[in-house]
């Protein structure tokens, strides 16, 4: 199975807030984990990403969680500030071979940040 | 500043006709990749290439073509065979062996 379920679909937050986005897939041959950050009309940006070796990973205000054995993982934003206002996509790959940057998101969470 | 081209920003298409996005990379990457994004949906896979001259089918190839003369070129033909080609369009680009792909700023294109 190539699929990789994101949840929710949209989320409201306060500013200062935590803002939790979450995913799961089926496929164990993925090991490379990234979440893009797109604002309406723009190509998705790299936010942060990691590998399974690791349970969590942290950049600034960003943090993501991984589960490996529920193969499911999560996205953190600390301190939600009107700019994060964004569509958030995690993303899952496998790491060589043949498949290497062949990325299968998931469907994408809209997330509004209010003053 | 090293990047991903996409050209034109918005386009419309008469129906029955084929039309051509562009991508040019300048960030010498080998990998070149189209992405479909439709509202409410995940990026779907359209084609990929590895190397110059290979190209292969992602999910959602049918009534899609590509071409892969150059290593900073990969364009996207709409065909007349694709029956709903309104959608975003990304192009998309990764180093060897990388596993982090950078994206243009995408396409709109609307049938009118």
């Known amino acids: 199975q190539q699929q990789v379920k994101q949840s929710p679909q949209s989320l409201i937050v306060q500013k200062g807030g935590i803002s939790i986005i979450n995913c799961a897939y089926e496929n164990t041959a993925f090991d490379y984990f990234p979440w893009y950050q797109q604002f309406p009309g723009k190509g998705p940006a790299l936010l942060i990403a990691i590998r399974p070796d690791v349970s969590e990973k942290k950049e600034g205000r960003f943090t993501i969680s991984f589960n490996k054995s529920a193969k499911q993982f999560s996205l953190h934003i600390m301190d939600s500030q009107p700019g994060d206002s964004a569509t958030y996509f995690c993303a899952a790959s496998p790491a060589g071979g043949t498949s290497y940057g062949k990325l299968t998101f998931g469907q994408g969470t809209i997330l509004t940040v209010h003053p | 500043d090293g990047g991903i081209t996409q050209s034109p920003k918005y386009l419309f298409r008469k129906e029955g006709q084929n039309v051509t996005l562009s991508c040019e990379q300048n960030l010498n990457h080998d990998a070149m990749y189209w992405y479909r994004q439709d509202p409410g949906q995940g990026l779907r896979l359209i084609y990929y290439s590895q190397i110059v001259n290979d190209f292969q089918k992602g999910d959602i190839a049918e009534g899609y073509s590509v071409s892969r003369e150059k290593k900073e070129s990969f364009p996207l033909t709409v065909t007349s065979a694709q029956k709903n080609p309104t959608a975003f369009y990304l192009c998309?680009?990764?180093?060897?062996?990388?596993?982090?792909?950078?994206f243009g700023q995408g396409t709109r294109l609307t049938v009118v």
């Open positions: 998309a680009s990764s180093i060897e062996q990388g596993l982090t792909a950078f």
